[in-house]
């Protein structure tokens, strides 16, 4: 089934730059697509769309309110008939209510089933309180209809700011994940685990030192790894119990490949205590990823014997 | 004629502006992009020149028999006229590649005599669009143009976006941008009224959607007041739509001065009627895509009788419409029943037991 993932928030937030820095990701052995409709703005980097192969549409109508329902529907339904892609990225017009994109998805099917559809928001908190001030209620709209909220623009305002937007922004949608991370720093590979299954991270206790950030809102990071080292069941069960424990920071998702022994090698996956191990064949490095809160990432590098990536 | 009334669309809006009796409502579907399935032609076909243009409101109106044909000005027009680069699908409507100005910093650069008739191809294509369809249709039925309002002009010369940022950021040549697009709008449509012609201004970047109140009320009320303003001292008819929810401008949108109000299906009429009926004609409102496009004919039929029941009784009177323009997707099948529909529960004298 084909999963839309739509990249919204208003000029200036960071949707390109997003796109950019997770397409080569997403590509990872899935057939990907792109669909941009942003009123002569700058496009996705022809340099990732070539690297990556994915597929791009441009939309091509004109009124601002109208286009995403009609048109929308013709271009994403050719799509799957021609492409079947795994992944379609739909990047609206930063002017556009998210709600009438999602009703307009929602009533389209792949096949007999009903799209899924996940809503990413970037807000550029710099300029937030402007701008609801100022905007319709499309740039309201755009926040309270996502899964997932990432903060942009986040130099210079104070933990204290950042906090007061927190709870805004947590207001408007209490359901959402909401990072307030610098997402710039994250990887690639950090920012697709964190999209996929927002709901992991809702609702994870507040970030130890402030009590201010409400449910919903918290700084996350990411870390990642690489790996010579060689690991049998049993150590890398060890390892990935003591992720539990909170020695190095709240670790909620860890994942990745190492080497085992001989021709083994192994492939993980930590979700909020619970751990699945699969044996693969030969690994030629070991590559892993962390995302959490407060992550103590000297530690994660002891414990994995890794090197920064 | 269509076969169908008793009255031409001439006698009709003649009379009804009058408030004496018709023989049915008006009835005025959106038409600019799936009229030109009534002529088996493309859209991009049917811009390349006026001949095509008139023939596609012409073959729209000799089938359906509706109310008023159109010159569709545009939303981008004055745009395109200053220099801005639009696309050409053959089935869509075109959107701006590269916008003229994407600085409002470099507004002088702006040469508004582009948007002068003589200067501008395209809007010589309009006007003689229009004298063709005057031509055919004779006295039975008039021509409106669509146009862009204020606001949706000044996105059609700078990215919305940018505009919308500007608001905040450098609000003088926002309302510099805006007032060079008041003046090019008046001179256009004086042009375009020697030939008689009535106006829609549509200006759907300035929808409650986009823009909070205060923001219409301080940057699109005044220089819509004044196009208001100016036509009317040429005795011009002016209408009025904004796409989207405009629950909370209503009110300035009618202080405006126009004479129609054009509401898209996001406004309740109902609400409308009970906010500004007793001050102005309504139009409305089925919903373009989730009916005409999406809907079977028995959904069309409904949401007329529902357009009917909600606003038949509105003080200053009601005329169906769409709520906005029905994408090229849309059948011409949902059409005729949207016509059908018009005349069955809109037969004059109105009668409640119909539609209630």
């Known amino acids: 089934m084909t999963e839309i993932i739509c990249v919204t928030g208003f000029l200036g937030a960071g949707k390109t730059t997003f796109l950019n820095k997770i397409l080569p990701i997403c590509l990872n052995g899935r057939k990907t697509a792109v669909i941009e409709n942003d009123f002569g703005d700058a496009g996705i980097d022809a340099a990732v769309v070539g690297e990556t192969g994915a597929v791009v549409r441009e939309l091509s109508s004109g009124c601002i309110c109208c286009s995403l329902k009609g048109e929308m529907k013709a271009v994403l339904l050719a799509l799957i008939a021609s492409e079947s892609p795994d992944v379609i990225f739909v990047e609206p017009s930063g002017v556009s209510r998210s709600t009438d994109l999602i009703g307009a998805l ?46 942009s623009h986040r130099q210079g305002l104070t933990q204290e700011k950042m906090n007061e937007l927190a709870n805004q922004i947590s207001e408007m949608n209490p359901v959402a994940a909401c990072y307030l991370s610098d997402w710039l720093e994250m990887s690639g ?41 060689r690991f049998s069941r049993e150590d890398l069960e060890a390892i990935l119990a003591s992720l539990v424990d909170g020695q190095m920071g709240q670790v909620l998702r860890a994942k990745g490949f190492c080497r085992g022994e001989g021709n083994l090698g192994w492939h993980f996956n930590y979700r909020r205590g619970s751990v699945e191990i699969k044996s693969v064949d030969a690994v030629a490095e070991g590559r892993m990823l962390a995302i959490g809160q407060n992550l103590n990432t000297a530690k994660l590098a002891e414990l994995f014997r890794s090197r920064p990536v | 004629m269509h076969k169908d009334d008793q009255m031409t669309p001439n006698e009709r809006l003649t009379a009804f502006g009058q408030g004496q009796d018709v023989d049915r409502v008006p009835i005025l579907p959106f038409l600019a992009t799936i009229g030109v399935k009534a002529s088996g032609m493309s859209l991009r076909d049917m811009r390349a020149n006026a ?90 039925c008039g021509v409106d143009v669509t146009i862009s309002g204020p606001f949706t002009a000044a996105a059609s010369v700078c990215p919305a976006s940018r505009l919308l940022r500007a608001l905040i950021r450098d609000p003088e ?15 256009i449509c004086k042009d ?71 509401l898209d299906n996001m406004v309740d009429m109902a609400t409308a009627k009970e906010k500004v009926g007793k001050r102005i004609c309504l139009v409305g409102n089925v919903d373009p895509i989730g009916v005409m496009t999406d809907g079977s004919p028995a959904d069309v039929d409904q949401s007329v009788k529902e357009c009917f029941r909600k606003a038949h009784d509105s ?25 059908a529909s018009g005349r069955k529960y809109g037969q004059w004298p109105l009668q409640a037991k119909l539609f209630g």
């Not at chain 1, 970037?122 to 309270?144: H, K, P, R, S, T």
């Not at chain 2, 510099?176 to 008041?182: A, E, G, H, S």
């Not at chain 2, 769409?322 to 005729?336: F, M, Q, R, V």
């Open chain 1, 106 to 151: 929602s009533q389209m099917k792949d096949g007999d089933s009903a799209l899924s559809v996940n809503v990413v928001n970037l807000v550029d908190v710099a300029n937030f309180e402007d701008y609801l001030e100022a905007f319709g209620d499309f740039y309201g709209d755009q926040i309270a209809s996502a899964q997932t909220i990432f903060f």
């Open chain 1, 189 to 229: 590979e950090a920012l697709w685990e964190l999209i996929q299954d927002p709901k992991d991270f809702v609702n994870t206790p507040a970030f130890s030192g402030s009590g201010e950030a409400k449910s919903g809102a918290g700084v996350f990071s990411s870390w990642s790894g690489a790996s010579d080292s």
């Open chain 2, 51 to 140: 001949a095509n243009e008139a023939k596609v409101q012409i073959d729209c109106y000799r089938r359906l028999g509706h109310d008023c044909m159109t010159v569709d000005y545009g939303l981008h027009g004055l745009g395109i006229a200053l220099g801005s680069q639009v696309n050409d699908p053959e089935y869509g409507v075109p959107v701006i590649q590269e916008f003229v100005l994407e600085d409002l910093k470099n507004l002088d650069s702006l040469d508004m005599t582009k948007t002068e008739r003589k200067n501008d191809p395209e809007l010589r294509q309009r006007f003689q669009a229009a004298e063709l369809m005057l031509e055919a249709a004779g006295d039975e």
């Open chain 2, 173 to 187: 040549n926002v309302h510099r941008l805006i007032r060079l697009c008041t003046d090019a709008i008046i001179n």
């Open chain 2, 192 to 262: 375009l009224h020697s030939l008689g012609l009535s106006f829609t201004l549509c200006d759907p970047v300035a929808s409650g959607t986009v823009l909070k109140k205060q923001n219409y009320i301080d940057f699109v009320f005044p220089y819509t007041k004044r196009i208001v303003d100016e036509l009317h001292e040429i005795g011009a008819s002016v209408g009025y739509h904004i796409c989207g929810n405009t629950n909370n401008i209503i009110e300035p949108m009618v202080d405006a001065g126009v004479d129609l109000l054009s």
């Open chain 2, 315 to 339: 003080p200053c009177g009601f005329i169906l419409a769409t709520g906005c323009d029905i994408p090229h997707e849309g059948s011409l099948e949902n059409l005729d029943q949207f016509m």
